[in-house]
């Protein structure tokens, strides 16, 4: 990975889903709770089901109904967030990501959680993990109106946070919505491989990656003795 000197940046924003918290849960839940219960409802089998959601999956992704689990509970007649809420206990945190997070406070950046996740899963989340004290602010695609994969999304979000995009580093799970946030001018980009621990890290062409926040840990990120800013 090209080393960022942290001292060059003032504001990191993060993605959470794949980013801090580990994907799987979220690929189980869409990959085999949606579908058995899809199946159970509407009394077809688990590969019927999975073929007919993931279509639905397809059509709706990079969009806010994607994200909106009302929208799918209403599409799916499911009640999508009493089926999280059924399988809280897997929601698991990254490795180290606790550690990056305390050592961005003890240098004062500011920290903010950059999210495509509905308000209710956010919560679920935030109420499970030890995550949520560490961010300067937390804001959702939701309330800014758009995905992250959209531009706008980025003039709204800089106006709320009041980021320097010359100073940000993002880092997110997606290879769209960085190629977004690049085409929007923020300044480090890094993309972070390993989302769901139980399968193989991806690779990306066109950006620096990272598979655990260990790599942002050691002194080419931080060099020794640099005064925090
Ligand atoms: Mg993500």
């Given at each position: 990975?090209?080393?960022?000197?942290?001292k060059?940046?003032k504001?990191?924003?993060?993605?959470m889903?794949?980013?801090?918290?580990?994907?799987?849960?979220?690929d189980?839940?869409w990959?085999?709770?949606?579908?058995?219960?899809?199946a159970e409802?509407?009394?077809?089998?688990?590969?019927?089901?999975?073929?007919?959601?993931?279509?639905?999956?397809?059509?709706?992704e990079?969009?806010?109904?994607?994200?909106?689990i009302?929208?799918?509970?209403?599409?799916?007649e499911?009640?999508?967030?009493?089926?999280?809420?059924?399988?809280?206990h897997?929601?698991?945190v990254?490795?180290?990501v606790?550690?990056?997070?305390?050592m961005?406070?003890?240098?004062k950046k500011?920290?903010f959680?950059v999210?495509?996740?509905h308000?209710?899963?956010l919560d679920?989340?935030?109420k499970k993990?030890?995550?949520g004290?560490?961010?300067?602010?937390?804001i959702?695609s939701?309330e800014?109106?758009?995905?992250k994969?959209?531009l706008?999304?980025w003039?709204?979000?800089?106006?709320r946070?009041?980021?320097?995009?010359?100073?940000?580093?993002?880092i997110d799970d997606t290879?769209?919505i960085l190629?977004?946030?690049?085409?929007?001018?923020?300044?480090h980009?890094l993309f972070k491989?390993?989302?769901?621990s139980?399968i193989?890290?991806?690779k990306?062409k066109?950006f620096?990656?990272?598979s655990d926040f260990?790599e942002?840990?050691?002194?080419?990120?931080?060099p020794r003795g640099?005064?925090p800013?």
């Open positions: 990975m090209k080393a960022i000197p942290l060059d940046i504001f990191i924003l993060l993605d889903d794949g980013t801090l918290l580990d994907k799987y849960f979220d189980y839940f990959e085999h709770l949606v579908p058995e219960k899809y409802k509407h009394n077809i089998t688990f590969g019927r089901a999975k073929e007919e959601l993931f279509k639905k999956y397809k059509y709706h990079g969009t806010l109904n994607w994200t909106d009302d929208f799918w509970s209403g599409e799916l499911l009640d999508i967030p009493a089926l999280k809420e059924q399988i809280k897997m929601i698991e990254h490795p180290h606790e550690d990056f997070l305390k961005l406070k003890r240098h500011k920290v959680l999210t495509n996740a308000y209710k899963v679920i989340k935030l993990t030890e995550i004290k560490y961010f300067d602010s937390v959702t939701f800014i109106g758009y995905p994969e959209r706008e999304f003039q709204r979000a800089e106006k946070l009041g980021f320097d995009k010359e100073k940000t580093l993002f290879e769209e190629r977004t946030a690049k085409k929007y001018g923020i300044k980009i491989t390993k989302a769901n139980k193989k890290p991806k990306s066109e620096s990656t990272i260990e942002l840990m050691d002194e080419t990120v931080m640099a005064p800013s």
